[in-house]
């Protein structure tokens, strides 16, 4: 079954420093990934999608993402992080009927904390 | 375009009473879905619409839960007989049916069951 794993529960940084947070997927062929950003008490909103092409795909507010087979990694970067950055953030794929506007499967989430 | 609506924000009852969300998605958006998020975790799929038609169900909707599609375009999602357990934030996201397109999410109903 398609699954994605975020291994970090919780992260903290400074305002100005860079982040990466990480996102495993499991899935039988290429797939759709997406990275979605949910501040508190609120619904999620697209940060970037994967459908093909270009491996490192560009985001809003400043986030990029890296697709990387040989590692079954999707990781969300954004070189310098503001404090509005503070959120949930998921990574998501769709199910195994494909065609990314399929049913997602989220993992279980990173929470970014960021320290002025 | 308005984005995915939903209604009401929030919603506080008492177990064993009846509550019913809805939700109005991007008005060209075929697809329609329900998911549930509960604390500290991600969103889980509940079911989905494609126009009309409630096409698939998770394991996660008891016979408790309904919900409907009736004209294509609004949702309503409806709990009986609401237990401490299904208190959740409930998600409701749509998208078009062509492939390539992704889901855009409502601000979530919060229900309490007290």
């Known amino acids: 079954a398609q699954s994605v794993t975020q291994p970090d529960i919780h992260i903290t940084v400074s305002e100005g420093a860079s982040l990466e947070l990480r996102c495993n997927y499991s899935?039988?062929?290429?797939?759709?990934l997406f990275w979605y950003v949910q501040s508190p008490g609120q619904g999620l909103q697209l940060l970037l999608k994967?459908?093909?092409?270009?491996?490192l795909v560009q985001g809003i507010k400043g986030f990029e993402a890296e697709f990387k087979r040989s590692q079954s990694s999707f990781n969300l970067r954004k070189p310098s992080v503001h404090w509005s950055d503070a959120a949930e953030y998921f990574c998501a794929v769709p199910g195994a009927s494909g065609g990314s506007n399929y049913k997602l499967t989220f993992g279980k989430g990173t929470l970014l904390t960021v320290n002025p | 375009d308005t984005g995915v609506s939903q209604d009401p924000r929030h919603k506080i009852t008492k177990r064993g009473q009846n509550v019913t969300f809805r939700c109005d998605p991007i008005?060209?958006?075929?697809?329609l879905y329900w998911y549930r998020q509960t604390l500290g975790q991600g969103p889980e799929f509940l079911t989905y619409?494609?126009?009309?038609?409630?096409?698939?169900k998770s394991r996660l909707l008891s016979d408790r839960f309904s919900a409907e599609r009736p004209k294509g375009s609004f949702s309503t999602l409806e709990i009986q007989r609401t237990e401490q357990g299904d208190s959740a934030m409930y998600l409701c996201?749509?998208?078009?049916?062509?492939?390539?397109?992704?889901?855009?999410f409502g601000p979530g109903t919060r229900l309490t069951v007290l």
């Open positions: 619409f494609q126009n009309e038609a409630q096409l698939e």
């Open positions: 899935y039988g062929a290429t797939p759709y």
């Open positions: 996201a749509s998208s078009l049916i062509r492939d390539n397109n992704e889901q855009f």
């Open positions: 008005s060209e958006h075929n697809r």
């Open positions: 994967y459908f093909s092409g270009d491996t």
